[in-house]
């Protein structure tokens, strides 16, 4: 079946510094591919998402490019705040499953100043 | 506008005891979806019904959880003889219309403890 690996967490990095949070997925098809957020007692919240191979979600200043020969859809920021510290979870929807997200396990990052 | 709202935001039961956990979703939407969230794992698909019906139940643990959505909006989520193994959040989503590239809007889900 379907399946997300995350890296584990958690990430610690001061303010300023590059992220990287590795992404790679199992899936029949073609997926798409989404990056959620969950902030401190909020709930998760939609931060970018890439549709087919090759393409690029941004927000917030976070990237990440859907890489179909690595399986990987990794997430990337230039320069953290403090205010980026939550749990990132990645997930997809396949083809076949119609809107079923099925999500990684979430990586923590806490930023600090 | 209103987002995805849901009702209780704790509840804390006795093993044995019937619960109902209720989902609002953002007006409109079409597509519904109820996931279970344990600590430290990432959410995890019940349910998903496009309008009244069920069109994809393949998540449900077993015949105890029941889900009903019997107006297109409003969905309850149902739990019987509930189990210390059923404490999580659960979380529900919504959408318009329903395709893989939609994003789903999340409420704050439910924390249910089993006791």
């Known amino acids: 079946g379907d399946s997300v690996t995350q890296m584990e967490g958690p990430v610690t990095l001061s303010e300023e510094a590059f992220l990287t949070i590795n992404c790679t997925y199992t899936a029949t098809g073609y997926p798409s591919l989404f990056w959620y957020v969950q902030y401190p007692g909020e709930g998760l919240q939609l931060l970018l998402k890439?549709?087919?191979?090759?393409d690029k979600g941004s927000n917030k200043g976070f990237e990440a490019t859907y890489r179909k020969e690595t399986t990987s859809f990794h997430l990337e920021k230039g320069s953290v705040q403090v205010s980026d510290s939550a749990v990132y979870f990645c997930?997809?929807?396949?083809?076949?499953?119609?809107?079923?997200?099925?999500f990684g396990t979430g990586t923590r990052l806490q930023v600090t100043l | 506008g209103a987002g995805v709202s849901q009702t209780p935001s704790n509840k804390v039961t006795e093993k044995g005891k019937y619960v109902e956990l209720r989902c609002d979703p953002i007006s409109g939407h079409t597509a519904l979806y109820w996931y279970r969230q344990s600590l430290g794992q990432g959410p995890e698909f019940l349910i998903y019904f496009q309008g009244t019906g069920a069109a994809d139940d393949s998540g449900l643990p077993n015949d105890r959880f029941f889900a009903v959505r019997p107006e297109g909006s409003v969905s309850t989520l149902k739990i019987q003889r509930t189990e210390r193994g059923d404490s999580a959040v659960y979380l529900c989503?919504?959408?318009?219309?329903?395709?893989?590239?939609?994003?789903?809007?999340f409420g704050p889900g439910t924390r249910l403890t089993v006791l």
């Open positions: 989503a919504s959408s318009s219309p329903p395709n893989r590239g939609d994003t789903q809007y």
């Open positions: 890439a549709t087919k191979a090759d």
């Open positions: 997930a997809l929807i396949n083809t076949g499953t119609a809107s079923k997200l099925t």
